[in-house]
């Protein structure tokens, strides 16, 4: 990892500090709003520039662990976080459509991280990156409308006009920047460079705005943490088992384990902030969750990783040795 992957938690927790306390300026509060759905869409655009399209294909060499993980990711968990807000945020739909948003888009960066800390096979994480990232794109506003529109008002249109502001927009500039880059030389080829290698500032940016627009109710409610911290856990727990048990049915090697049990917890809570932000605006509670849900996420992926780690070292050198 550069020094700048293995710092991002503390930065996010660093803008998170700095959001609330410029929130606490009036001026900021009122405007810090717009600047979180520009931030996010230019991020997302770098993040489309590090995506290997041209090897979708390599995914498929390895069917076995494609398509039990891209089944558990889209069939499984959209099921099974709308049950999780149904027993735990009956009383809070927002914060149920948040937890929604959160758990249907699989990670397309950070599981690469922890895939490569739990020495797991990170060729194929990276070759199934494509195929999360673009089924995310095309489900989530049906997932939104099948799980959430029961719960909150959903604009049809400004659903569709939020996707596709935030996420294609960026995607098919981010496929023309690719097309035109071996035509680029000198200057020109470094910006968009540079965008890639800014995404941890940008999604900083996003969050320190996200929290001095709504900081004063993160400070009046400290419940919210509570409320999602439970239903978080759970999902994490009951989808890291169902991963052990999977992989030994499966007779998974420990790579392939590490590499199925990643791309199934982590989740992608960039897209899913900046859709939240722009097809919710009146519903800052959305967002507000799933940016809880990443401040969860993080230690809880770290310690996987860890413990993916320890199972390598016992449970599958054991069965190598014999």
Known sequence: MS????????????????GLALGQIKWVAENALSFVVPSLTVMLYGVFLDIPFDRLGNAFQNYKVTGLSLGINFLWTPVFAWGLGAIFLRDSPDLWVGLIMLMVTPCTDWYLIFTGIAKGNVALATALLPWNLILQVVLLPIYLVVFAGTLVDINATILLESVMLVLAVPMLLALATKWLLPRWVGFWLQIPLKIASGQTLLLCLAIAAMFASQGLIVIQRPDLLLKMLVPVLIFFSINFLSSQIIARLGNFSYEEFACFSCT???????????IATSAFPERPLVALALVIGALIELPVMVL???FLLVLRSRRYSSRQGS
Request: cysteine-free.
């Open 3 to 18: 020094l700048t992957e293995k710092l991002q938690p503390l930065f996010i927790i660093i803008a998170i500090s700095v």
């Open 304 to 306: 996987v990783s860890q």
């Open 264 to 274: 199934t917890l982590a989740r992608n809570s960039p897209i899913s902030l900046a």
